[in-house]
């Protein structure tokens, strides 16, 4: 997509990016989207499950949700996403660093109030860290339904920023300092099956458990 | 600590916490900030390496980033910290949840000049992911001492927000569904070493070795 005056990356841009695929990857791969809104100049930044549903990053919560309403109302927003990939161990304190990727989405939200276009929304949700956990899980009540509100930003103004590979080159080669990377990934360890639960793990936990 | 207006947490009131020590050991948890300033009423929220250092959030980067030069120049600010620790699968979408650790800070920043001041700001950055790591690597040049910019936020107005445990109770026991909780957590892979490192892995990196 094109950069906006927004949008567009000044520090470091070499790590930018604007592609629309980057982007999606990125918006597919994370878990929690932090988002913002301001009132009277304070910024709130909050943290909300998302999903990407084609175009748009889809939020939900209750309706009263002061971040829905704020969303709904038509507000600038911004939604980042950020994904921690590793550290960075230089020979000097200047040149430690973080490997990520993230993307930061500008724009105004609007409601999702159409009943196919909000379950299609609320099925992105469930199943965005979980494939296919919606058919393992029953759909929402015409109560449940009623009581969560979801707003959609469209991903039209977004950019990507990603740092990988170990520290930058220095003048340090003499000090007897390990550097090199350390990768992190966010990680499952041995699922908690709720007292009254029988049978096996599903299928849509199989992401996490490899 | 009191919670303001700006920082009294609304929905699920039960899940939120003024207490310092709760609010500091997010902070000493967590590994990146979102942070947001506001221009015209557009909020802009980017993800930032931070360390605690006593009452106060430190940030760094370089001179010409604007998010640091917004917070040197005293403009409203929120800085956000969230630890994801889990999916919380439910037998309905509705029950769907995630669990967490999250603190808001609200607040204006101040820049960090004093050499002595901005020194310990920085080793606490080099420390925070990584205890020990200030003294295995070079401290900073005076060239990178001025090509580098410090602001600091009073955790003085702030609020933690935490999700554990599984679902919340339903009428779905009779679905044949699995429910309960995958623990998640950010864990450390094989590190690797840049071409030119000979010895073992720095004590620092224990944390992440376990």
């Not at 109302?73 to 980042?80: L, P, Y």
């Not at 161990?89 to 939200?109: E, I, Q």
């Not at 299609?120 to 339904?145: Q, T």
Request: one cysteine or more; aromatic letters at 6%; proline letters at 6%.
């Amino acid at each position: 997509m094109q950069p906006t005056a927004r949008t567009t990356i000044h520090r470091k841009p070499q790590r930018g990016s604007y592609d629309r695929e980057v982007i999606h990857r990125i918006l597919d791969d994370g878990l929690v989207a932090h988002c913002a809104f301001a009132i009277e100049g304070q910024p709130y930044v909050i943290p909300m499950v998302y999903a990407r549903l084609d175009d748009q990053l889809v939020l939900h919560g209750a309706i009263a949700s002061r971040m829905l309403a704020q969303g709904a109302g038509g507000v600038a927003f911004c939604a980042t996403i950020t994904i921690v990939d590793g550290l960075v161990l230089a020979r000097s304190w200047f040149h430690h660093s973080m490997n990520y990727r993230s993307v930061v989405v500008l724009g105004t939200a609007r409601e999702i109030s159409e009943r196919g276009e909000k379950l299609r929304a609320l099925e992105a949700l469930v199943e965005h860290a979980l494939p296919g956990r919606a058919h393992e899980s029953r759909a929402p009540s015409e109560k449940e339904l009623a009581a969560t509100r979801v707003i959609a930003l469209s991903i039209d103004e977004a950019s990507a920023k990603c740092r990988e590979g170990g520290p930058l080159p220095d003048d340090d080669g003499e000090l007897p300092w390990w550097s090199g990377v350390v990768p992190l990934a966010l990680r499952a360890s041995a699922p908690v099956a709720d007292a009254d639960v029988r049978g096996p793990l599903p299928a849509s936990l199989a992401r996490w458990m490899r």
